[in-house]
């Protein structure tokens, strides 16, 4: 249909105009074309310039891009894998009982340990198309361009799993144009180079998945999900319900703003946007939500406020003895530097196999807190100082280090600080700075203690200090304390070796006598000096003299190397010297040391490294450390070894005059050695059983006298190791061959002759065990000889005695003429004997006689036979003069009394 156009006439009544009056006017077509020319040739050159810019900016971003992309090196699989893991420590059964972490908490564990709702829940919030792209999601990042421009912000990444991996483990986490190409490039070789790996796409995503799990911060330090699970909830990653899942889920958003402990309000909030998102997405059902939602996760919460300051210790003192010794053993197998050993301890995901026994360690850390078991502290403060000062003069600064131990007593925590500031005083200055320092200020009395299976070397449990651990990384009495030993240093220094040496055996004879080496006389602990006795009563009843003539008979070089043998590392060469048979040493022995020394006499004469762990395990179950090749070697013979525990044995049961008697155990074969410093400052004891060796130290970290001391160490261990030994059946040590019994004159320790069994004081012979091949005492008894003596005047007969008052007996003496044997309290019906002077009595006087008893070895003047002076004896007569044929004194027939 044609449109028609008809012209507009004016109304009518409107004057024409003539054509020569109308006024001269453009065409208004012509011009409005004119304009839309203009218009569109500006707008074509404008669009010309948007081209030329575009492909300019277009062309300067690709070669950006490019650049970027040239500059960025391509990934490994270990480039993801996260740096720092928990390390796990399991004890001596296999039961994991402690972790470790340094600023992270994490653990790792595969996937298939992960709650489904767990992965579910991480996967719907943060990339609900994981499984489908390649490494980046397109329409996530067009979805966040749109909201960007919209809010005129740029808070929408579009991130995928992938690439927060990407920028947690490699690149920063900075908000720039080069982190976000980088990021999803590496993003999409990564998928690539996985999914080559592995075989499938799903494997690469399930890979990456588990990493990103395992990596993920989750506030207090936790990373990765088992972490999590562990600390807010109290089990594993593969126990967590949908609700505590999306929970979790929810707090990598921002950790400090919903963790479900300090931000329980705002947890719930983004737990709810999860849970909503999975059912949204099928995940999970309409009931699963409702029940997810109505479950009251936060009344459920186990973690611990991980700020408070009074939080005591972390890690036992036998954790942190073993991470010492791991440490190390990095430096010096492994090559690494110290702070890398420890960093890898604390941070590398190690799985640690100690050699504890939990129960053990329980029993002993029950008795460390028990205060009752402790004699009462004088009420001063023993102050440490730790400080380590560095010489900025030198380049360098590790080994220019200075570390000092300073100790004092003080009364208040003034002059604890007013100490600190003397020191820093003395040790610091422009040149001299302070690297690390730590103060420890003990309130009481202290006590540490080991116990080892002397079999293996495995130290089982470790204290290092009484009461609560006051923190991690404190002073461990039982490894780094350096106390005096006393009289436990006897058998190492003294008896082992002489033993062992074949100088002498538990039966072999020294005399308890005053003795002066240069300035120095010893004196026994009680004063006294008993004369000839036993290696085994020396040992019993911890006689002083008896050990330093030891000594001195082994040398001085020799008992050195024996001490080092036995494991003393803080041995100098001052400590060559009698004193060291006593326990005076230089520097002092750790508890651990000593304890290693005396599991060797207790393994039969074998000495074992003591070591805390078995086997170490890399993150990704590698072998790390292998303890299955400890220091092993033999210090003494088996037959020394177990003569010394034979002695050793008759400390805690030789009666009362046995210092170790309060340490028996009810039921168990038991031995050991006492020590106790002069003024009593340091306490030790050192015991075993055919199952155990233990070694306690009691004293204050400022020696001083222990007040009211009696036997408060022994009562610790016996109540510890009764505990241990519950239910072990008890055996005696095993006895090796090359064991002889030998028969000793007492008064010498030589072969009997024939006179020592008449010994008038009774010091006649013994009978004990020794080496098969003794040698030492060869010799027949010479000491032994008979004296005739005066009756009136015990002294030696002369010619004015009458045969009536003479008197022959049997005495041992020394080779200047002193009785051996002879008791400082003469008993009664025995006489005062004096062979160094002659009879000086008055015989034309007639004494009255008192009869003498059983105990003479000649005739006790009782005789109630029927002699009358006939010169022979009836059955039964044993009268005192019976010796002297023919003559009888005091007879009376009336009542057959001779």
């Known amino acids: 249909m044609s449109e028609t156009h008809q012209r507009r006439r004016p109304p009518e009544g409107t004057p024409r105009s003539s054509s020569s009056s109308r006024p001269t006017r453009s065409n208004p077509k012509k011009k409005k074309r004119r304009r839309r020319k203009g218009v569109g040739k500006f707008f074509k050159i404008l669009v010309a310039i948007v081209v030329i810019v575009g492909f300019a900016v277009v062309g300067a971003g690709l070669g950006t891009v490019f650049g970027i992309l040239k500059g960025t090196d391509m990934l490994n699989t270990s480039d993801v894998t996260p740096e720092s893991y928990t390390s796990l420590i399991y004890d001596a059964s296999g039961a994991e009982f402690d972790k470790l972490h340094g600023d992270e908490n994490r653990e790792y564990v595969k996937l298939s340990q992960i709650s489904e709702y767990m ?141 479900p402990d300090t931000k329980p309000e705002d947890n719930k909030e983004r737990q709810m946007t999860i849970l909503k998102k999975m059912l949204d997405l099928g995940k999970i059902t309409q009931s699963e939500y409702d029940q997810a939602a109505a479950e009251d996760i936060y009344a459920n919460l186990v973690c611990s406020d991980v700020d408070d300051e009074t939080a005591t210790a972390n890690h036992n003192y036998f954790v942190e003895a073993m991470i010492n010794q791991i440490a190390a053993d990095l430096v010096e197998k492994k090559g690494y530097n110290r702070k890398q050993a420890y960093d890898l301890i604390y941070s590398g995901g190690l799985q640690i196999y100690s050699t504890m026994d939990t129960t053990m360690q329980s029993a002993m850390e029950s008795a460390f807190l028990d205060d009752s078991l402790f ?365 002889v019994t030998q028969t000793y004159c007492s008064a010498c320790g030589g072969i009997p002759s024939e006179l020592c069994s008449q010994d008038y004081y009774g010091l006649t012979t013994h009978t004990d065990i020794a080496a098969a091949d003794f040698k030492g005492s060869a010799e027949v008894c010479t000491a032994h000889k008979v004296f005739t003596i005066c009756r009136e005047s015990g002294k030696l007969a002369t010619e004015n005695c009458s045969a009536s008052s003479r008197m022959d007996v049997v005495l041992a003496v020394d080779d200047e003429g002193n009785i051996l044997g002879k008791p400082s309290t003469i008993p009664d019906g025995k006489m005062d004997i004096n062979i160094n002077e002659t009879c000086d009595y008055n015989h034309s006087v007639s004494p009255i006689i008192p009869p003498y008893d059983d105990t003479f070895p000649f005739g006790n003047g009782n005789n109630e036979g029927n002699n009358n002076g006939t010169g022979t004896n009836s059955p039964g007569d044993t009268g005192y003069n019976d010796t002297i044929p023919g003559e009888d004194v005091w007879q009376d027939d009336n009542f057959g009394i001779n």
């Open 375 to 739: 004699p009462a502290s004088d009420g001063t403060l023993d102050v440490t100082y730790l400080i380590s000062v560095m010489d900025t003069t030198n380049a360098d600064a590790n080994s220019n280090q200075t570390h000092y131990e300073k100790k004092t007593t003080a009364k208040t925590q003034d002059e604890v600080d007013a100490f600190v500031a003397s020191v820093q005083e003395e040790l610091l200055d422009e040149t001299h700075v302070l690297v690390l320092d730590k103060v420890t200020v003990s309130k009481s009395l202290q006590a540490a203690m080991v116990i080892m299976d002397q079999h293996t070397g495995e130290i089982k449990a470790l204290v290092g200090g009484r009461g609560q651990k006051p923190g991690d990384s404190v002073f461990n009495r039982a490894t780094q304390a350096l106390r005096q030993q006393g009289s436990a240093m006897k058998p190492l220094a003294s008896y082992a070796p002489a033993v062992d040496m074949g100088l002498l055996m538990p039966g072999s004879v020294i005399i308890d006598e005053p003795i002066t080496y240069g300035s120095w006389s010893p004196r026994n602990w009680n004063g006294k000096f008993l004369g000839p006795c036993t290696v085994r009563q020396g040992i019993r009843d911890s006689m002083n003299i008896l050990a330093i003539k030891t000594f001195m008979m082994v040398g001085a070089e020799s008992s050195y190397k024996y001490m080092e043998n036995f494991g003393l590392s803080t041995l100098v060469e001052e400590d060559k010297a009698g004193t060291t048979a006593l326990g005076g040493l230089t520097k002092g022995i750790s508890v651990l040391e000593g304890t290693a020394a005396y599991a060797a006499i207790a393994n039969g004469g074998v000495y074992n490294e003591p070591h805390y762990y078995t086997v170490v395990y890399d993150h990704d179950g590698n072998v790390l450390l292998d303890n299955g090749n400890i220091d092993t070697h033999r210090v003494i013979k088996e037959t020394t070894a177990y003569m010394l525990t034979d002695m050793m044995k008759d400390v805690i049961t030789g009666g009362g005059s046995a210092t170790g008697h309060k340490a028996a155990i009810s039921g168990m074969t038991v031995a050991g050695k006492t020590g106790t410093t002069n003024d009593t400052k340091d306490l030790t004891f050192y015991g075993y059983t055919p199952y155990y060796t233990a070694g306690i130290w009691m004293g204050y970290d400022t020696a001083k006298l222990i007040a009211n001391a009696g036997n408060a160490h022994l009562n610790i261990w016996r109540t510890v190791m009764s505990q241990v030994h519950q239910g072990l059946t008890n055996k005696d040590f095993q006895k090796p061959s090359g064991i």
């Open 119 to 259: 992965r579910e829940a991480v996967i719907a919030i943060e990339d609900e198309r994981f499984y489908e792209h390649n490494g980046i999601d397109l329409r996530g990042i067009m979805r966040a361009t749109v909201q960007n421009v919209m809010q005129m912000s740029f808070s929408q990444g579009a991130s995928t799993i992938t690439q927060q991996l990407i920028k947690n483990e490699v690149l920063s986490k900075e908000k720039t144009i080069v982190r976000k190409v980088k990021e999803q490039y590496l993003a999409i070789s990564l998928e690539k180079s996985l999914e080559k790996q592995l075989g499938t796409k799903k494997g690469a995503k399930d890979y990456i998945l588990e990493l990103y799990l395992n990596t993920i911060g989750l506030s207090h330090g936790l990373n990765g999900v088992e972490a999590a699970a562990q600390y807010y909830f109290g089990k594993n990653a593969n126990e967590l319900t949908l609700a505590e899942s999306a929970s979790i889920a929810g707090i990598t958003k921002n950790p400090s703003q919903y963790a």
